[in-house]
């Protein structure tokens, strides 16, 4: 038979709102099963084929919207089809016969693998449909509709007149079989209240409602840019233990709603707004829920598409809990269902959310007296503007509800689908067990997962690691300046002399000395000749102003400060001693030896200035063991075996200098000294002189550099730090060099000694805004951490904390909150001392950390960190500023 003689003329009707969205989808992925919804009714006892096949025809004969096509074409992408309702039409439907296969159910399997995914014709039928049977008394009816001409609830009306029809088939009463009302009143009650004032209010409300739209969620990796329509269902194993709590939740006063079943969709959509809160960091939300849209005894009878989706929005606030959020989400329901006119939807509606809440109310019962088990089968496509769509459904009134995640396969790895039940089930978890609790306050991975890093503290100092290279390699040289040099043999010499003089002033352990000397070779003298008293040194940088100077010198309250007569003016009305590095040192001839102090892995090296969380300076106490990890671990990064020279050209005052003061002398390797100069930028010198292997400096410095021709260049490596590295800097400068350049995010606070993390940019794989900051160094550990200190999942958004051995001591005499930025080993579950960042980051699919920026107001001038409410006190102190608007 021709589709024509089967097909007697019917009428025309325009789409609905909702199957004119349906049917756009559906156009721009012609092919892809997007929209198939197929179930199967397993059903247990005898069932007769042929009187089932009559009893079908019958209900294709009394409902009109299984008669529906769209046998025209579109006149414009705007304008779709005409529904066609067909007076007549004799709908295809297989009765098959599977029992006498070996393995009956396994073929069932593979038969609705094969077609769940039918690209269903709308010109012809908008479904399939058969009877298959696997044993004498086991049968499936199998039943695949086009989301065009159905929802969950139509299922159940189907389901339900179907078995009442075989009912009156074996009685031989089928012709007594009474009509359904008809899906073309609905369309007709659709289109007739499109210009009403009602609809018009509703229209106005979405619009003002849609226009601040809520951003992109942004799952557990960058969201695709063109997600295709593969999705994959994964089940989030509740049970009937869970379900019950749920239930008995919904039922309490605060939850309790106008039905139970409002009340438990208010507590899904609580728990995946709470989910999308705390997975993606939006604040703003958005999640689309359908509306039934059947409010009429007549509708509620009616088989056919009536739910229309609509935004369901909340705003996550600062301390919110389980049950304040739920409340917003039962005002929000509210206020959606007053809104939730039929056609009031339409393509900014779609566009409004990327995640969806499919609470299904409707269920099944028996078929004609015999068990029957309710069998949703996922087609394995949907929507692509849908990343994440949140199924529960409790069809066979089981003990445990059904919940599903349709998970866009580009959104998510295979990995992380797994990952979204699991940290769905510990906030439902969470909720259940206390509803007042903060979002914020729960797991999403559990802190017992975490490990502490095993640090090895090295033995060595940097003078011990020194003094191995003035031992081995004597007559080296070890530092230049402007054609002077010193050999390691004459370095260590003078910086032995001038700490037996500062021994002789009561240097040692626990003391502090000042260094106030511009970049020249007597400044290396002295902190080398510093730290061999096993003293700190506190380096102040000779351009800045005097009050930023006198405020360091009153809180470091050194022995001394070791300065020259030209440095002198800038340490102001200091009242100390102030001493040449010659006044002070002794030679090897003259007086009594004092005690020779050495410095220990666990004494204090330097003393370096940085802004702490209350945005005034703060002296970070960096000890022995941290710094010699880091230059032993940088030595063996950036140089290998290999000696390696250093330019000296940035301020000793940042740690960032650390890097070029140790590495190179402890590598045999020289320092390159490069005194200031007014009016010149001095890493153009550096680069000029061409006398150097490898350069830390910020990417500021970098930016530098980017218009010269670098090709010849000495340079094999450049270490950035200090501040966020663009990817395209990083890129231009590699193409200067001719790509003969290797360059390293060096990420790291003073707090954790100069770099904690290292990334080798990658102009291949690198391909995001940023160079990542990459993982820890040697014996350090990074954690991103949720606000309770909790570890987060991958690609999920946090504080980045650091532990190992190169965390500072401390702070010098710190405020209260600058004190709490190091945790205490005793309060971190895992048991590690912990230093508190401040920097957002993130982990990504390789395994490194993306730098996200600060999560407080400080921001970095010049590589200085400061706090944006202190900013015009700050930029007072630097050099040259005399007046600061702000
Ligand atoms: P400081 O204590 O002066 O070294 O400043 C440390 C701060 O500088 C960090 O907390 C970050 O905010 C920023 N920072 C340091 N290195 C990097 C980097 N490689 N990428 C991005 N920010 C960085
Ligand atoms: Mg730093």
């Not at 001839?589 to 102090?597: D, E, M, Y």
């Not at 940035?650 to 005194?675: C, E, H, N, Q």
């Not at 490898?694 to 970098?702: A, M």
């Amino acid at each position: 038979m021709t589709p024509e003689s089967r097909t007697a003329p019917g009428e025309d009707r325009e789409l609905t709102a909702s199957q004119r969205l349906i049917w756009t989808g559906q156009r721009l992925q012609p092919g892809e099963p997007l929209y198939n919804m197929v179930l199967a009714f397993h059903i247990s006892g005898e069932l007769e084929s042929a009187t089932f096949a009559r009893a079908f025809q019958a209900l294709v004969d009394r409902c009109d919207v299984l008669r529906v096509a769209l046998p025209g074409d579109a006149a414009s992408p705007d304008t779709p089809p005409r529904q066609r309702f067909r007076e007549r039409f004799e709908a295809p439907f297989a009765q098959l016969d599977f029992s006498a296969d070996t393995d009956p159910r396994a073929r069932l399997a593979a038969w609705l693998d094969e077609h769940k995914v039918l690209d269903l014709d709308p010109r012809e039928c908008l479904f399939e449909s058969a009877l298959i049977r696997l044993a004498p008394d086991a049968y499936v009816w199998y039943l695949n509709q086009h989301h065009l001409i159905t929802d969950a609830w139509s299922c159940a009306v189907l389901f339900e007149r179907l078995q009442a029809f075989y009912a009156l088939a074996r009685a031989g009463r089928l012709d007594d079989a009474p009509g359904l009302p008809l899906y073309r009143d609905y369309v007709e009650h659709e289109h007739a209240r499109r210009d009403s004032p009602a609809q018009q209010k509703s229209r106005a409300y979405w619009e003002a409602r849609l226009r601040s739209p809520t951003p992109p969620s942004r799952f557990y990796r960058e969201p695709p840019t063109e997600a295709g329509g593969r999705t994959e269902r994964v089940v989030c194993v509740l049970g009937a233990q869970r379900s019950a709590a749920l239930r008995a939740l919904a039922a309490e006063p605060g939850f309790r709603a106008f039905t139970g079943e409002l009340a438990l969709f208010q507590v899904f959509a609580t728990l995946l707004l709470a989910y999308l809160a705390r997975v993606t960091g939006n604040r703003t939300l958005a999640i689309g829920t359908p509306s039934h849209n059947r409010g009429s005894a007549q509708f509620k009878a009616t088989a056919g598409l009536f739910i229309e989706i609509f935004p369901l929005q909340a705003t996550i606030e600062e301390g919110e809990t389980f049950a304040s959020l739920y409340a917003k989400v039962a005002r929000a329901a509210q206020e959606l269902l007053m809104h939730a006119q039929p056609g009031a939807s339409g393509a900014a509606h779609n566009r409004a959310y990327d995640v969806l809440l499919n609470f299904i109310t409707a269920s099944f019962g028996d078929f004609d007296g015999r068990a029957t088990r309710t069998e949703w089968i996922h087609a394995g496509y949907g929507d692509r503007s849908h990343l994440l769509r949140l199924q529960v459904e409790d069809f066979d009134r089981a003990d445990a509800l059904g919940v599903y995640f349709d998970l866009n396969v580009d959104a998510f790895s295979r990995e992380e689908r797994d990952w979204v039940p699991a940290h769905f089930l510990r906030l439902l978890d969470a909720f259940l067990d206390d509803p007042g609790q903060v979002l914020e306050g729960v797991a999403l991975l559990d802190p017992a997962s975490v490990t502490a890093v095993a640090a090895a503290a090295p033995a060595e100092t940097v003078v011990d690691l020194f003094e191995q290279q003035a031992r081995s390699g004597p007559e080296r040289v070890a530092l230049a300046c402007d054609g002077v040099t010193l050999t390691y043999a004459e370095l260590d010499r003078r910086a032995d002399r001038l700490a037996r003089g500062l021994r002789e002033r009561g240097a040692g352990p626990g003391t502090r000395v000042a260094i106030a000397l511009p970049r020249s070779p007597e400044a290396l003298v002295a902190i080398l000749g510093v730290l061999k008293c096993a003293a700190a040194y506190v380096p102040l940088d000779t351009a800045y102003p005097p009050a930023r100077i006198a405020r360091i010198l009153d809180a470091a309250a050194p022995l001394l400060v070791l300065s020259d007569a030209a440095a002198r003016d800038c340490l102001g009305e200091f009242d100390g001693e102030v001493s040449d590095l010659d006044e002070v040192a002794v030679s090897e001839a003259g007086g009594a030896a004092p005690p020779a102090s050495r410095p220990g892995p666990a004494d204090v090296a330097y003393v370096i200035y940085t802004s702490g969380s209350t945005g005034k300076p703060k002296g970070v106490l960096v000890g022995h063991a941290g710094l010699a990890n880091y230059v032993t671990w940088a030595r063996k990064q950036y140089l290998g075996e290999r000696p390696g020279d250093f330019p000296l050209f940035s301020s000793l005052a940042f740690d960032l200098t650390v890097t070029s003061l140790f590495v190179p002398l402890i590598s045999g390797g020289r320092v390159v000294v490069y005194p200031e100069r007014a009016g010149e930028i001095a890493v153009h010198r550096v680069i000029e002189d061409n006398a150097v292997d490898v350069v830390k400096l910020t990417p500021v410095h970098l930016s530098l550099l980017q218009s010269l021709d670098l090709a010849g260049s000495r340079i094999h490596t450049l270490i950035l730090g200090g501040e966020d590295l663009k990817v395209d800097l990083a890129r231009t400068v590699t193409r200067r060099f001719g790509g003969e350049v290797a360059i390293y995010n060096e990420y790291g606070p003073t707090e954790a000694t100069v770099g904690c993390m290292v990334h080798r940019f990658d102009p291949a794989r690198d391909t995001a805004t940023s160079v990542p900051i990459g993982r820890a160094i040697d014996n350090l550990s990074v954690h991103v951490l949720d606000a309770r200190r909790n570890p987060l999942p991958r690609g999920v958004a946090g504080e980045l904390y650091i532990g190992g051995v190169g965390l500072a001591h401390g702070y010098l005499d710190p405020d209260p909150a600058s004190a709490a930025r190091f945790v205490p080993a005793e309060d971190v579950p895992w048991g590690e001392r912990l230093y508190r960042s401040g920097d957002l980051a993130r982990c990504n699919e390789d395994g490194v950390l993306e730098y996200l920026g600060r999560e407080d107001h400080q921001v970095k001038i010049r590589g200085v960190r400061i706090e944006l409410g202190e900013i015009e006190a700050a930029l007072l102190d630097f050099p040259g500023v005399r007046e600061c608007v702000v």
